[in-house]
């Protein structure tokens, strides 16, 4: 009887170990695919929802919008940063030129903002109910739409 329940024992061990290293190796090649390309980072999501070839595409579609104002966004971010970054040069701090500053970049990205909302819209409505909720519920994770959609970033950025 004893040798029967540790050899049971065993056999439940193993098991547990062989799950969690095969989710461990799955965890590392998921992560490796996703950071191959922007398009492997869509291939990616359109499995996990499960999207037929044209849904696909308008993902896909949707990140090369984003892409082609990034920059644009970018070029209007660069001189509120350089004025941020001599004021935090001078002998005194004045917060409340930093906030106008800020205020100031956040009214030149509210544009880029409201169209990539306008186009996520445009994506989400072509989703079934549950691929939408699928969607929606992968976006809460931290960084999936900037890593899916944004520029690629390094992992000391995030």
């Known amino acids: 009887m004893k040798n029967r329940l540790a050899w049971f024992l065993f056999a439940v061990s193993l098991a547990a170990n ?30 996990r929802l499960g999207l037929k070839d044209a849904q696909h595409e308008a993902l896909g579609l949707l ?18 940063r350089a004025a941020i970054l001599k004021q935090l040069t001078q002998p005194s701090f004045d917060r409340g030129l930093i906030m106008g ?34 969607f929606l519920g992968m976006a809460q994770e931290p960084g999936f739409l900037r890593r899916v959609y944004g520029a690629k970033r390094k992992p000391s950025q995030e």
């Open 18 to 47: 062989v799950f969690f290293a095969a989710g461990v190796g799955y965890t590392v090649y998921q992560d490796r695919r996703a950071a191959e390309s922007a398009e492997a980072r869509v291939d990616m999501v359109a499995e």
């Open 101 to 134: 500053m800020l205020v100031e970049r956040d009214e030149e990205r509210r544009p880029y903002f409201a169209e990539y909302a306008e186009d996520l819209h445009g994506f989400l409505i072509t989703l079934t109910p549950e691929q939408r909720d699928k």
């Open 63 to 80: 990140r090369e919008r984003s892409a082609m104002r990034r920059p644009g966004l970018r070029q209007a971010d660069r001189p509120v």
